[in-house]
Structures are given as C-alpha cells and as structure tokens.
C-alpha cells in the first residue's frame, strides 16, 4: 500500500489558520477500515473539521472518515488551528502513517508528504560570512594569553607526568585525547614533557588555571580538578586541527603562556532524552565536546510525557512501558517513527559510565526528573500508584495532554516520588537534583476529590499551592538525603519551596529577575538566547522551533544575564551561572543534532567562561573561523 498527504494553507488570521488535508490512496486497493495519524506542531480544533472527526495526543493527530479510500482515489479534509499564523514548516506535518485495519489486524503504513507552503515566500539561506582565522583560535576566550616564540613538536611528545593527584583524571583525559590525535599512546610516567603540577602561590580559585607551552615542555598549574581540565581544554584547541598518524616533522603547537580563570561557577547544558532517545555513544560525545568548551554541569532531562529513560529497580514497569511509543504501545507514537515501537532507556550500568565518564572531564551530571507536569510517561506506566479514578480534572498541557499531571492529593504520588529519589539520589553522586515543576496546566487538579480533601485540610486557595505541597514534600525529602532542589521557574508557585531550592529561569529574562529579586539562586537560561532548539534563521524551511524567536549565532553570543543589574549589585551573587538547552522534539538525528548545537554551543560556552570585558563580537568570529576545523576534523555538522 502506497499513500501520500498533501496539506495546504487555505487562510492565514492573526488568530486562526484554516487548512486542507489530502490523502491520496497511490495503490490499487480499495481501503475500508483507516485511519491517518500524524505528527503536528499545533493543536487542531477538533470542532473544525468538515468531515471526520479528530483526536490529538500531544503531536499525535488521528483522523477519522466515515468513507473508505477508493483505489487511486482520495480523502480531503479541512480543520483549523486558533493561534497565530505558522512560521516555520517545522510546525506542520512533521510524519504520517496510514492505519488500515483487515481480519482485525493493524498494519501501520508511512505515507509520503509534501511540504507545506505557509506562504511566506522564499528566503536566501542565510549564512555567516566568516572573516580570516585568528592566530590564536581558543574559545572560551582566555582572560591573558601571551603568544611566545617558537612552538612545541608534538613528535616529541612521549609521556606525561603528574605531581598531583588531584590531576589524574584530567591528564588521563588529555592522554586518551592525544592518541586519538597522533595515533600513539601517550603514557603517564615520571618524566614527561608535559607536568602537571599543584600552584601553591597563589589563589587558583575553581577552574582556573595557568598553561605554559614551551619549545620543550609544557607546564599546567592548577589548584582543582576542575582546573586541569580546563587547561586540558585549552590544549586540545592548541593541537593542530587535523590528527597526525605520522610523525611529521610540521604538527606542532604554538609556545603560549596562558593566565585564565572562569566568569561564573555553574556553566551548563541541558540535554533532553525522553522527547527522542539518544544513543549513550552521543551522550558521551556530547559531554566530551562540553568540557572541550569548559561546561562543568550537564543537566540530564530524562523524564518527560514522552518517555522515561532512566532504569528504576522498583518499578521495571517504568521502562518496560514508559520507555516505548508505538502504534501497539501504551504511549502512542510522537514526532518521528510513526509507524513502529521507538525508544530505550539508560541502564544503571550505563547512568554510572556516563557519571565517571563526565567526572573525569570536570562535569556533575545532575539528573532531572520532572514533576508534577510532564509525568504522562510514568502515569501511564503506573496507573495503579498513579491515578486516582474519580479524578474529573479537565485541562490541556501547552503540548496538548490532558493525562500528565501527578495528583498531590493521592499517597501513591509520595511513595513514587520517595522510591525514585532514593535510587537517584543513591545512584547520582552530584549535591544537586532536579525536579522539573514546568508548564503545570491551568485546570489541574480541580475535579480530583483528593485534591479537593487535602486544600481544605492545609487552608490552600489555589490549586498552585497544590504544587507548592509536593515540591516542598521533594525539597525536605531532598534535603533528608543531603541534596539540593533545583527546578524550573514554575517552582516557586504556590510560594511553598524554601530559598534553598535554585530555580533555572527559562521563559525569559524578566522571569529570572524576579526570581532573583525573590531572593533564589538561579541559573539563566532563557529561551531567547540560549535554547539550541530554536530556529537560526527566519526562512521558513529552517530548522527549530519557534516560540522564542530567532535565535541566531550573533543573538547567543550577545548574551548577558541581568544586564540592567548594576555590576555592584550583592544580587550579582544570586546568579551561579548560565546554561543552554537542546530540547528534542525534532531532533533525532546526529546531524541534525550538531546543526542545532553548533556553533551556538561554542559562543554560550565564551559568555559562560569569560569575562564581560573580553566578550567580543569581532573577536570571536576570526577564532570561530579557525576553530571550525577542529569541527570538521570530528566530523561536525555546523550551521554557518
Ligand atoms: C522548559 O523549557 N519547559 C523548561
């Protein structure tokens, strides 16, 4: 069976689009039981359409006809969605997939689409021009660098020697990382060309560091961990940017002397598995770029409605059920791979590599499970524990669910969230854990007894302070196991978490002011700036969402948190660091998962780490135009 959609923009109004749907039957048999399902980026007014009828799960639509599909003939439908016009094709059929049922078996059948015209004519790519490469292409831009005559062979280079503990694992990470470069093993002994060494002069606070490459040798002062793994990091944007299997006599480093230090503590990224599993290969290829950049957190997004990634020896269901979407599967099929089982999960085998892995490079993983909103993976995995039946709640999420909210008023919500903080807690050695607490809908909790019992026993008025309730519960149950709270900006409704908790400010900048202004510890990480899933340039056919605006090289780069904040405000101190995000909706492919991360990953990690002084525009493009090479030579797909 052979099947084609087309969908068409018939009016574009400042609150209303109005389309057709057509499904061509390209085969030659006649089809009486179907269905189409497809991915869509917009909720569809299911009272809208002029046949048929409509249900939306998340992105999922499944459409309905009364008529059977006549042999190379056609279905045609019109709905409409209530928002502000499409930009981006991204936002229209994603996938489709026919379903035709026959002697009561479901076969799922991939249909062609074209795309779609959202009439808004044709822009050139827009590409970055990129002026000659710097001598020196470091990025994050180091606080003093001193060029020195003369450069360092690395033919010469035979072995490394450490006189610190505390740089075993950041001279293990460089030895792994120049055999990769040179093709030979580079080992650790007393008498290397390479020292690192404890500077016990001055004050080295965390990740700072100071590199001198010489004719000969090459020193690297630190006084943490986090120190020589930044140095590290700068000496792998020294080395050549193409790997040398032979000894040749040209591939060599430049001599330097380099002072540097980091503008803020926390330097993050975000990574979001449970809208598409990653592979753990890219988990680690990620990391691994991160502290080429001088991250120091990766914040693992595991959880989400979509998925639940992380083994959970309590409840196998978790994974068994949650981990999985699929035509056939409890959770039905979202964004890609329409007609088939889709997902995985990280064993606790493979959570640990990743930890020690990460460790070795300077970076805490701190794992998020995000709750209450965003559960749907693990209330569907869980009904038992999870819902409570009398519950008449009516609400939709901002990603079109109506069945993804833990209830605060039902015991088995407490004795989930105890049994998996205790094996998070147990298995993540970071002092941090997240906790989500985004994007809770409107209506929530309004029609569920229990809720309604457990308001009138505490006083609440708002079913926010319902939220409140169960982080404050997590924040005390956190704290009990010696861990901090973080959580998205949602967390501080219903005024319940203690100023402990961090919260990470994402919606916008003015959100993180006024959680600093409430007097939390924050991270900035506002979409406008920092999401990597946001589109990178306005033509409509350009990757990414859209919902925070363009958000090209330049406008990342510009970044600067609380920037009408005096510099000599102690509020300053509130704000630990910065962190991007790559939310994955629309990303599943490595390439397209480097188009979206770089180079934006790189100018995030330079207003992370250095100074404001130093941050330059004009500055930065000639080193981006020479550090491009070492992408190429990882085989990066960049975006210029
Ligand atoms: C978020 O982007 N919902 C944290």
């Known amino acids: 069976m052979n099947f084609r959609v087309d969908l068409s923009l018939l009016e574009a109004k400042p ?63 019109e709905f409409s969605i209530n928002c502000s016009p499409l930009v981006s094709t991204e936002d229209t059929i994603g996938e489709a997939c026919v379903l035709v049922t026959q002697n009561g078996n479901c076969q799922a059948y991939t249909a062609e689409h074209t795309p779609t015209d959202l009439g808004l004519g ?23 660098v001193a060029r020195k005559p003369g450069q360092f062979a690395l033919t010469n280079l035979l072995s490394i020697s450490v006189e610190t503990e505390m740089a075993q694992m950041a001279a293990g990470w460089l030895s792994e990382e120049l055999e990769e470069h040179t093709g030979t093993p580079v080992p650790m002994t007393s008498k290397g060309q390479i020292h690192f060494k404890r500077h016990l002069l001055t004050d080295l606070k965390a990740g700072a560091y100071i590199l001198n490459v010489a004719r000969d040798h090459i020193d690297v002062f630190a006084d943490s961990h986090e120190g020589f793994v930044a140095a590290v990091s700068t000496l792998l944007q020294l080395l050549p940017a193409y790997s040398s299997h032979r000894a040749e006599a040209s591939y060599v480093m430049p001599c330097v002397t380099i002072e540097d230090k980091p503008r803020f503590a926390y330097r993050g990224m975000m990574l979001d598995c449970a809208r598409h599993f990653h592979p753990l290969s890219r988990v680690k290829r990620l990391i691994n770029q991160l502290a080429r950049y001088k991250f120091n957190y990766f914040q693992w997004h595991l959880t989400d409605d979509e998925g639940w990634r ?17 035509p056939e599967e409890n959770i039905e099929p979202q964004f890609t791979e329409l007609n088939k089982r889709h997902g995985g999960f990280y064993s606790k085998k493979e959570v640990r590599e990743v930890i020690a892995f990460a460790a070795k490079r300077g970076i805490t993983v701190i794992p998020e499970i995000d709750i209450p909103g965003h559960s749907r993976a693990a209330i569907k995995s869980l009904p038992d524990l999870l819902v409570e039946e009398q519950d008449q709640s009516r609400y939709r999420s901002i990603q079109n669910y109506s069945d993804n909210v833990l209830n605060p008023g039902i015991e088995g919500t407490y004795t989930f969230l105890r049994n998996i903080l205790d094996e998070v807690c147990e298995l993540f050695p970071s002092p941090y854990i997240h906790i989500g607490a985004d994007e809770v809908p409107q209506g929530v909790w309004t029609g569920s007894p229990a809720c309604q019992a457990l308001m009138e026993k505490q006083g609440y008025r708002d079913p926010k302070e319902l939220q409140g309730h169960l982080l404050r519960y997590a924040e005390e149950y956190l704290h009990s196991k010696g861990k901090r709270m973080l959580g998205w900006e949602e967390a501080v409704h219903g005024d319940k978490v203690s100023k402990d908790t961090v919260i990470y400010s994402w919606s916008s900048e003015q959100a993180g002011q006024d959680c600093v202004e409430s007097g939390y510890d924050v991270v900035m990480q506002p979409g406008q700036y920092t999401y990597l899933d946001m589109t990178q340039s306005s033509a409509a056919d ?68 250095s100074s404001k002084e130093q941050r330059d525009w004009n500055d930065f493009l000639p080193r981006l135009a020479g550090h491009l090479k070492h992408l190429d030579r990882q085989g990066i797909n960049y975006r210029l």
């Open 15 to 77: 609150d209303s689009s109005r389309f057709a749907l057509t499904l061509h039957n390209l085969g030659e048999e006649h089809i009486r039981n179907w269905h189409l399902t497809f991915s869509f980026g917009r909720y569809i007014d299911p009272n809208s359409l002029s046949h048929g009828s409509m249900e939306q799960v998340g992105y999922l639509c499944k459409y309905t006809a009364q008529e059977s599909l006549p042999a190379y003939g056609h279905h045609y439908v």
């Open 122 to 144: 044709h822009l050139p790519p827009q590409a970055l021009k990129l002026p000659d490469a710097a001598d020196l292409c470091l990025i994050p831009r180091p606080y003093a």
């Open 310 to 326: 992380i083994e959970i020896d309590a409840y196998p269901e978790l994974t068994e059920i949650g981990a999985w979407r699929g």
């Open 542 to 609: 350009e990757a990414g969402a859209t919902w925070g605006g363009v958000v090209p090289l330049e406008k990342s780069y510009s970044y600067e948190p609380l920037a009408d904040l005096p510099s000599n405000s102690p509020k300053r101190h509130q704000i630990l660091g910065i962190q991007c995000a790559l939310w994955c909706e629309f990303i599943h492919t490595q390439s397209r998962f480097d188009y979206m991360v770089y180079p934006r990953l790189p100018a995030i990690a330079e207003v992370c780490w």
